[in-house]
C-alpha cells in the first residue's frame, strides 16, 4: 500500500513563499506520475503541477511562472515551491501518485493567503 506524507503548508502573507514537500512509501514502481492538486472551499479538486515519468509536468495556467514543482526519483519525493502567492491560491493541498497499482492521495495541508 503506498502512503503518501505532505509537509510544508501554512498561512502566508500575499506575496509571500511557501514550499511543500511530498514523501512517497510502499510502492515498487519506478515508472510513475506524481504531483500536487488543490481544492478550495466549495469548488473542486484541480490539478496544480503534477510530474510524469518522462520529467514533464503539467502545471495549472494559474499557477504558471509562480509555483515550480521538482521530484526526486532517488527519494521518492516531490516538492512544489510556491512563489508570488495570492489569496486566491489558498485551498488544502494534496499530494498526488498515479501507478500501476493505483492512484494515491494524501491527507492534505493547508495553505492560507492572508494579509
Known amino acids: 500500500q503506498v502512503q503518501l506524507v505532505e509537509s510544508g503548508g501554512g498561512l502566508v502573507r500575499p506575496g509571500g513563499s511557501l514550499r511543500l514537500s511530498c514523501a512517497a512509501s510502499g510502492s515498487v514502481f519506478s515508472m510513475y506520475a506524481m504531483g500536487w492538486y488543490r481544492q478550495a472551499p466549495g469548488k473542486q479538486r484541480e490539478l496544480v503541477a503534477v510530474t510524469g515519468s518522462s520529467g514533464s509536468t503539467n502545471y495549472a495556467d494559474s499557477v504558471k511562472g509562480r509555483f515550480t514543482a521538482s521530484r526526486d526519483n532517488a527519494k521518492n519525493t516531490v516538492n512544489l515551491q510556491m512563489n508570488s502567492l495570492k489569496p486566491e491560491d489558498t485551498a488544502v493541498y494534496y499530494c498526488?501518485?498515479?501507478?500501476?497499482?493505483?492512484?494515491?492521495w494524501g491527507q492534505g495541508t493547508q495553505v492560507t493567503v492572508s494579509s
Open positions: 498526488y501518485r498515479r501507478e500501476g497499482s493505483g492512484t494515491y
